[in-house]
């Protein structure tokens, strides 16, 4: 009898879920092809961006003047630039750049959206009125001119550059966080932690958050695509990462706008670069928003096929019947 307990209680036993990003990886892999290649393409950036002055061939300002608007060779892969210095050098460090924009600020754009959506769609009332309206306000400026004037006060450099986009990104995402809990505090679970005296704190840290990370995920993901941009353009117009610092959209402005007939992979390489990551960022973000949006059609809310399989073997034996009929 005892075996046979055991045997059932085992049989029974629910089977171990595995952590989300394992989870997450495999199902981008399997479902989402051009989401895994995104994934390729931000983790060969990153591991550039990291190991910069391990790769780069030359010093990031080492100049030859000698070698001014070289055409690519052995010793120049890619040429160099107007003032000697390597152009492949320049586009590896200016990975880092990027990476360092995109990763600070999709993570300060989540964590502003996270704070002004959680408090403003479960406090609500006055609060959620007032909050919301100063969102409206700041939305209706056009985006190019609100950031060169607070560039303009600031001046440039690369705190200045995440700290402007990654509020502006997360206010403006903010409403997505906010519809979010609007949906999930209005559950029986939230409404039981109330009344059994749980603070604003507990019930938001236990229930509302957990709760509300596919949301968060999918600004951080989707929005390093933006960072990365916008940064560029900022360098682009001057406002963004100052030299001698290798900005991708700073050194299509500088010496590729200025030497483009005469040495054009000044203005290729570095547009290719910015091209291809920004593609696999956006690619990246979308793949696991398909895959945690639980609204889109195969994503799921806990981040897990469970539910996904249970409910096509219910729509399944749903069917069954009516074709007997």
Partial sequence: MAETASALSGAIAKPKRRLLLVDLIIRLVKEKPLGTLGGVIVLVVFIVGIFADV????????????????????????????LGRDLLTRIIFGARISMIVGLAGSALA?????????????????????????????????????????????????????????????????????????????????????????????TLSRHILPNIAAPIIIIFTVAMGYMILAEASLSFLGFGIPPPYPSWGGMLSGAGRAYMYQAPGLAIWPGLALAVVVFGVNMLGDGVRDILDPRLRGGLGRYSGVKAKRAKKYRHEDKQPQEKA
């Avoid at 006055?126 to 004037?149: N, Y």
């Avoid at 403006?172 to 999930?184: D, E, P, T």
């Fill in 55 to 82: 790769l780069a061939p030359y010093g990031m300002n080492e100049m030859s003047l000698g070698a001014r608007l070289s055409s690519p060779s052995a010793e120049y892969v890619l040429g160099a630039d107007e």
């Fill in 110 to 202: 989540a964590f502003t959206a996270t704070i002004i959506g959680i408090f403003s769609g479960f406090l609500g009332g006055k609060f959620d009125i007032t909050v919301q309206r100063f969102v409206d306000a700041w939305m209706c400026f056009p985006w190019l001119f609100l950031v060169l004037s607070i560039m303009a006060v600031l001046g440039p450099g690369l705190l200045q550059v995440i700290l402007v986009l990654g509020l502006l990104n997360g206010i403006r995402s903010s409403r997505v966080v906010r519809s979010a809990v609007i949906g999930i505090k209005e559950n029986v679970y939230v409404e039981a932690a109330t009344a059994i005296g749980c603070s604003t704190w507990g």
